[in-house]
């Protein structure tokens, strides 16, 4: 049987020490350009195979970080904005050889475990993806000290959790802004659960343009879900009959919007103007195709994943990023 080769092996045929192996291995930034392209050659010329128990008892290390997205399991799979930012995630993470370990946090069991496996030392740092406020297990991962950030601001918590995201608030002007400049006067909206910094600045956006005009009446609450998103139509054209658009604060949600236009006999746009936020998959596939509010959604993921990596090498300090929205004006309005 052939022996395997060793970082000796490797550092013979890149002709470096094996300090310096060790270092490009380890990720360590201070390795000359040269150095680490030699030892990167040599590496696919012998055929080693990083031994990641052996450098996790040298760096304390898991080469691991844990995602962990607060929603039921369904929505993973519903929700396209969710695969997204894994892959980003997963794509930028192995440019540092750090594996990705999705976790789901939809109730009170799925929570306690996420916490119990990052307090076993299973991951070296934590990616929180859609937060809610008052969530328990934000505390505790805050407690662990395991350097952790968000997508999106942590509502309550914006001052201790570093965060990426797109400029929410700014996007639902621009929505709102839009649908006046179409002539629409009774313009209704849809939001995000309240709990969610999304839902509440994507409802401040709309409010700020709309002043006094935004009544209580206008607003229905959304669960990001395009079942959600129907039934909050379907509410609000049995309390307003006489509304002529609707800024619905996700493209799923404005999805199950249509639908409700549809079975209630509203054309959409000539009797209602609808536009969404997101410009996810979902938005060029409905009927009519869907003026929407594009949030860079891969940049933010990359920005997230590059300030849980500041973090992880020692930085004190990172964030935030507020990335800026831009209006796809389509057939919806």
Not at 24 to 35: C, E, F, K, M
Not at 59 to 65: C, E, I, K, Y
Not at 103 to 111: F, K, L, Q, S, T
Not at 119 to 141: E, K, N, W
Request: proline letters at 4%; charged letters at 25%; glycine letters at 10%.
């Amino acid at each position: 049987m052939a022996k395997r080769p060793t970082i000796h092996d490797v550092a013979a045929v890149a002709g470096v020490s094996r300090g310096t192996v060790s270092r490009v291995l380890n990720g360590d930034r201070y390795v000359s350009t040269a150095a680490h392209a030699a030892v990167r050659r040599a590496i696919a010329e012998t055929g080693y195979i990083l031994n990641r128990n052996a450098r996790s008892l040298v760096t304390q290390r898991t080469g691991s970080v844990v995602m962990v997205l607060s929603e039921p399991h369904e929505k993973l799979f519903e929700d396209p904005n969710y695969s997204v930012t894994i892959r980003t995630a997963v794509r930028r993470l192995a440019e540092r050889d750090i594996s990705l370990v999705m976790m789901v946090a939809g109730d009170d069991g799925d929570r306690d475990r996420v916490v119990r496996y990052v307090r076993g030392g299973h991951a070296d740092g934590v990616f929180l993806l859609s937060t809610h406020a008052g969530d328990r297990m934000i505390d505790a991962l805050v407690d662990l000290a395991v350097p952790t950030v968000a997508l999106g601001a942590v509502i309550g918590r914006e001052q201790v959790i570093p965060y990426a995201a797109a400029d929410d608030r700014e996007g639902a002007r621009q929505m709102t802004r839009h649908l006046i400049e179409r002539g629409r006067r009774k313009i209704a909206t849809i939001t995000g659960p309240m709990d969610t910094p999304g839902g509440i600045q994507r409802l401040e956006g709309f409010a700020d343009v709309l002043g006094r005009k935004a009544s209580k009446k206008l607003v229905e609450h959304g669960d990001w879900t395009q079942a959600g998103g129907e039934g909050a139509m379907t509410r609000l054209l049995q309390r307003v009959p006489d509304l002529d658009a609707v800024f619905v604060a996700s493209d799923l949600m404005a999805a199950g919007a249509l639908a409700a236009l549809r079975a209630a006999g509203r054309r959409v746009p000539d009797d209602v103007a609808v536009g969404g936020f997101d410009d996810s998959s979902v938005a060029a596939s409905t009927h009519p195709p869907l003026t929407t509010v594009r949030q860079p959604l891969a940049q933010v993921a990359e920005e997230t994943v590059r300030l849980l990596l500041a973090l992880i090498d020692g930085a004190g300090h990172v964030g935030p990023v507020v990335l800026p929205t831009r209006l796809i004006t389509r057939e919806s309005t």
